[in-house]
């Protein structure tokens, strides 16, 4: 039998092959069998998707009880980059929705994850690299819905930064196109 984690990488290849339905599909199968197997870490995984889902079809409003479950699972233990990641897409979220102080507090507490996950240490692969520069980004993005402009451009300046680092050209020239605007 194919583990949950196979099947939600199989899940997430279906979405990148444009492939929804079987995404869907997927990623229902993996919530129930994560729920029965009673993994927290999977299921919060399993989640994260199931919301990814309703995002990418247009029914964000849908998404905030998986990504409420997945965060609730995440705060009862794991990894706190992996909580970071959960809070940070919430906040992203919150900001698709228009609720800009809903999305502030979920993305300071990304951001406090992320910073502490770095100073300790923790996290300095690629893709937690990648996350972190991500999660800059977003939070740029809503300093400048705010209309905080400052606190948005020294980020953005940072996410260029980071990007730069990961080799990440779009990002970097994202960023820099926004500080120009």
Do not use: C, F, K
């Amino acid at each position: 039998m194919t583990s949950i984690a196979d099947l939600l990488r199989t899940a997430w290849d279906a979405r990148r092959r444009g492939r929804v339905e079987e995404w869907a599909s997927l990623v229902s199968e993996a919530t129930e069998r994560a729920r029965a197997s009673g993994s927290p870490a999977e299921l919060a995984d399993a989640l994260h998707q199931q919301a990814q889902i309703h995002r990418d079809s247009g029914e964000p409003q849908r998404a905030l009880e998986p990504y409420r479950e997945a965060i609730g699972l995440r705060r009862s233990g794991g990894s706190p980059s992996a909580l970071a990641h959960e809070i940070r897409h919430l906040a992203d979220l919150h900001l698709t929705l228009g609720d800009l102080e809903a999305a502030d507090a979920r993305m300071g507490e990304a951001m406090e994850l992320y910073r502490a996950a770095e100073a300790e240490g923790g996290g300095q692969g690629d893709a937690r690299r990648l996350d972190v520069a991500n999660a800059v980004r977003a939070a740029a993005v809503l300093r400048d819905a705010q209309g905080r402009t400052e606190e948005a451009r020294t980020l953005w300046r940072e996410a260029g930064e980071r990007y730069a680092e990961l080799g990440l050209e779009a990002g970097v020239e994202e960023a820099e196109g926004r500080l120009r605007d």
